[in-house]
């Protein structure tokens, strides 16, 4: 699908003008059903009606006219993707990586990034009134920093298919289940984005090549580590030619035979913490399967935000909830009187134990306990606090929340990665324990993808 350069703005400077849409011959056959889109989803599709039924397709921008194939047929909508367009949207521009459309890494690669900004605020908002019912009182600046190259944590799938001449290295293509054939990745961290050919050929060398269903990758502040997972035990010959690998592209290699307790060092022989900084001078140092935010700019930026926010002194108690290694805990330690992190993983409640030893602070305590049985954490969420923050995964937070004692709660944060759970939790913060929704905004995660990142704060009302 080609697209001719939108036009550009006016020479006047008028910062509310909008340049026109550009005008582009259509390259499919005429027969094509064609529509004009209306609106993105928030899954980054193009939402058309035809004949009063909606359809979502891929690959169109709201204003566009295109034309397009239908991939799916339901009973309340249909799926299509755009096969050229007829008029094109002025914040349209050419993806930059070769693999856009194939690979399901990324998916709005071909939207201007202050138009994905702006998406992502207007997803969090729509979510937040339509299931919440709520209108922050205010709206917090949309956090961005480069889109490029800053995924320093990823899984990528391998498979062995002989056809394509050994192993296949990458993201999960776009439509289907299928390893996407990448030579390289604009948003991995370049110690391996760069040339993913390399990786590929070191994999399809391996006798285990067959029996190695994925790798991890986890890029610190100054060194990248690759985990091997492999299905049966690696060779003598398999081992050093990871070795060799590894030493000669300057990076960490650990092999895993089972679980994540199995991870195993393989080179450097001596150990090399993977570690990255924040805020209030602190370093959390992490091993390369533990959880960490993707990017590391946005990620110091929402923890600059939350400390600000939630504004602990020295008299403050603080509960962080699904703490991890201390990523938020931590630094708030530095202003406040005393910091309880609670974390369901307990090999990273340990973990934040250690960093806090390793940055000297003596005022947080960690504990380990299922968060989704809140009524196992006993004493540790029924003691008293004035600051909360909330960091749970995809499903929301609801089950501590009905548990926590939140009565002398005056300010809580709540870093959401799903816009829906954060609505639905904040309606029950503002229902029924008393809080009002005071700012609410998005931090740019992950550029290029529909992912949200939202922070949230409630005062008491």
């Known amino acids: 699908m080609t697209v001719t350069p939108a036009t550009p703005p006016p020479p006047d400077g008028d910062a509310d003008a909008r340049p026109s849409a550009t005008r582009v011959t259509i390259a499919a056959p005429t027969t094509s059903p064609q529509a004009r889109i209306d609106s993105l989803s928030a899954e980054g599709r193009g939402v058309a009606r035809i004949a009063g039924k909606t359809v979502f397709i891929d690959g169109a921008l709201p204003g566009e006219e295109v034309a397009f194939r239908y991939i799916k047929r339901r009973g309340g909508h249909d799926e299509g993707v755009a096969t050229a367009l007829l008029v094109a949207s002025p914040e349209r521009v050419a993806p930059r990586c070769a693999h856009f459309g194939l690979c399901g890494g990324c998916s709005l690669q071909h939207l201007a990034p202050e138009a994905q900004l702006r998406h992502k605020e207007g997803v969090l908002m729509a979510q937040l009134a ?164 993707v990017n590391a700019a946005i990620n110091r930026a929402l923890v600059a935000n939350v400390v600000d926010l939630l504004a602990p002194d020295r008299h403050d108690r603080v509960l962080d909830l699904y703490c991890g290694l201390g990523n938020f805990s931590l630094p708030l330690a530095r202003r406040a009187g005393e910091v309880v992190g609670v974390e369901g993983d307990r090999r990273l409640a340990e973990r934040a134990r250690e960093n806090a030893w390793r940055n000297r602070i003596e005022n947080a305590a960690f504990f380990s306990c299922d968060l989704s049985a809140p009524d196992a954490a006993g004493p540790v969420l029924r003691g008293a606090f004035e600051r909360v923050v909330l960091d749970p995964p995809r499903v929301g937070a609801l089950g501590p929340i009905q548990a926590l004692d939140l009565s002398r709660v005056l300010r809580l944060v709540y870093v959401s990665c799903h816009p829906a759970t954060l609505a639905r939790d904040a309606k029950v913060l503002c229902a029924q324990h008393g809080f009002r929704l005071e700012a609410a905004g998005v931090f740019d995660m992950f550029p290029h993808t529909s992912h949200i990142e939202a922070l949230a704060l409630f005062v008491r009302a």
């Open 130 to 293: 339509h299931i919440g019912g709520l209108r922050p009182a205010r709206r917090l600046e949309p956090v961005a920093a480069e889109p490029w190259a800053y995924r320093r944590r990823a899984r990528l799938r391998v498979r062995f298919v002989e056809k394509k001449g050994g192993a296949l290295v990458g993201f999960t293509e776009r439509r289907g289940q299928r390893v996407a054939e990448l030579r390289s990745c604009e948003v991995l961290h370049p110690s391996v984005g760069r040339d993913l050919l390399d990786l590929r050929d070191l994999i399809g060398a391996l006798g285990a090549v067959r029996h190695i269903p994925q790798i991890e990758v986890a890029a610190g502040d100054s060194g990248t580590a690759v985990v091997i997972r492999h299905l049966k035990p690696l060779s003598e010959t398999d081992r050093e030619r990871l070795r060799a690998f590894a030493e000669r592209k300057g990076l960490a290699v650990f092999s895993q035979p089972g679980g994540a307790e199995t991870v195993t060092r393989l080179w450097p022989l001596e150990e090399q913490a993977l570690s990255y900084r924040l805020p209030g001078e602190v370093e959390i140092q992490f091993q390369p399967n533990d959880f960490i935010q």
